[in-house]
């Protein structure tokens, strides 16, 4: 296992296999298309344009395969198992994720930290290789891949944060977080270090993405076989890095930079909504989607495997692991086609959500949709303001009013707070499905409902100041960071 975790840290540079298909038709790193290249030392490997866009593309391969994917659906999937949004199917013994009964030893955590260290450990080599390597590529293309590294790197600060620390409201990021590790390795263990605080954490993925902010283009270029539409929606843009720091604020209560960065990203007239919410999943490929903002690609023929794939565990055509819980479908409107057009029932207790439709597990992975930064954008507008604000409304209601339910007006809240419940509420609807709702659970203080296992197994409520409501630091990692090593989150 040790051996294991080590080769995920590093790029060994005399087998780093990169071809003109992967930086010209990227699909992820399929290993089928690959042919080695000798890259023996770092400076060979970001020597041509193609293999420095090569490297590039590998930050991408990393969040999306990351030893069945980490970083892509089975780190959604995790979150949506935490909660009551999802119920285990009669043929499937639900994961230790689902159950809240998780030990440092468990894969389920240490798939996701394995796998965005690995991307972040990708992000650094590339910043450090196009550095380096001044002249390879025009100035505005090298500026382009270091915003690009930037966002990954955040995106994965972001997610490992948020998994394996309390929230940032609980002491104001002063608990411990994760390590940051901010240097290419290119061989043998990476150095020791302890965890940095949550605020550190925060911190440096805002500094991160405010640069990326600076070099990223709104719109990716068409590169080979490959269209713009396709790399500016699987690849960093400028609306995702500013989407993304909408979500950063938003967990640490800052609401006026919410409502600045969100108005930049709303002043790209980049994006909108789909005419309907079915329209949104329409295609397993989401690249000619208007409320596509950064999604991890997958094809039939690259994708985490059979087991990890979000069509296999929540679709009723799959394997049926994880239909939608009664809690949540008991909580949308009559008439909400968000439920009725994106689900299918099977039985009397079991609805299948169909946002994920690919037999063949092509299903892109939707880390950013535009809904969500309307509803940041929201909820950052009545919290600043203290009011029931009409431009917060106005949001909420072209969401509403898409899914065929009745629009708010102002009267329907007695308060800014009445508000701000029904705003939540509407994340939960409009999100469910993409491991959304359990970091909204933990950011607003809120605890994880209790709910009921097919087989009729109490699954209990993990209060929000419970050890458990967070994973443990995976027990491999305290064996080879002793740094760490004394630092485990406590009750694991």
Request: net charge neutral; glycine share 8%.
């Amino acid at each position: 296992m040790k051996t294991f975790v080590k080769s995920k840290y590093l790029v060994i540079f005399k087998t780093f296999v990169l071809t003109v298909t992967l930086l010209f038709g990227f699909t992820g790193c399929n290993v089928t298309d690959l042919k080695p290249i000798d890259t023996s030392t770092p400076e060979a490997a970001f020597s041509t344009p193609v293999l420095m866009g090569g490297a590039v593309l590998s930050m991408y391969n990393a969040m999306q395969d990351g030893n069945n994917g980490g970083m892509a659906g089975w780190n959604l999937l995790q979150a949506e198992n935490r909660t009551a949004n999802l119920i285990d199917a009669a043929n499937f013994t639900p994961s230790v994720g689902f159950q809240q009964s998780m030990l440092a030893n468990d894969g389920v955590a240490f798939t996701i930290w394995n796998a965005a260290y690995a991307a972040i450990n990708r992000a650094n080599i590339v910043t450090k290789g196009v550095t380096d390597n001044p002249g390879v590529v025009s100035a505005a293309l090298s500026d382009q891949y270091l915003g690009e590294a930037r966002f990954v790197r955040a995106l994965c600060y972001w997610h490992l944060v948020n998994w394996f620390a309390r929230p940032y409201v609980d002491g104001n990021g002063n608990n411990p977080g994760v390590p940051l590790r901010l240097t290419a390795n290119f061989g043998g263990e990476p150095p020791a270090l302890e965890r940095s605080t949550v605020a550190q954490v925060y911190t440096q993925i805002e500094a991160d993405l405010v640069e990326a902010v600076a070099k990223l283009p709104i719109i990716q270029p068409a590169q080979g076989n490959q269209t713009s539409n396709y790399n500016s929606v699987s690849r960093a843009t400028r609306g995702a890095a500013l989407a993304l720091l909408t979500r950063v604020h938003l967990h640490k209560g800052e609401w006026n930079n919410v409502i600045t960065r969100g108005n930049q990203y709303i002043a790209l007239n980049r994006y909108s909504l789909e005419g309907t919410p079915s329209a949104v999943f329409a295609a397993a490929t989401p690249a000619n989607s208007a409320e596509a903002v950064f999604y991890i690609a997958h094809s039939t023929a690259d994708n985490p495997n059979t087991n990890n794939s979000l069509f296999n565990n929540l679709n009723s055509l799959g394997l049926q692991r994880y239909s939608l819980g009664p809690d949540l479908i008991a909580a949308f409107p009559v008439g909400d086609t968000r439920l009725s057009s994106l689900s299918v029932v099977t039985s009397a207790t079991r609805t299948w959500t169909t946002k994920y439709r690919s037999s063949t597990l092509a299903d892109w992975v939707p880390h950013i949709r535009h809904p969500e930064v309307l509803l940041n954008l929201a909820e950052a507008l009545v919290q600043q303001s203290g009011t029931v604000d009409v431009t917060a409304l106005g949001y909420v209601n072209s969401l509403r009013t898409r899914a065929g339910v009745t629009a708010y007006v102002v009267g329907d809240f007695a308060n800014a707070a009445a508000f701000r419940t029904a705003i939540l509420l509407e994340r939960r609807l409009e999100l469910y499905g993409e491991g959304k709702y359990f970091f909204d659970l933990l950011r607003t203080s809120q605890g994880v409902s209790g709910k009921v296992t097919s087989a009729g197994a109490a699954v209990p409520a993990v209060p929000w100041n419970s050890n458990f409501v967070i994973f443990p630091i995976p027990q491999v990692e305290l064996d080879r960071n002793p740094g760490i090593r004394s630092q485990q989150n406590p009750g694991y």
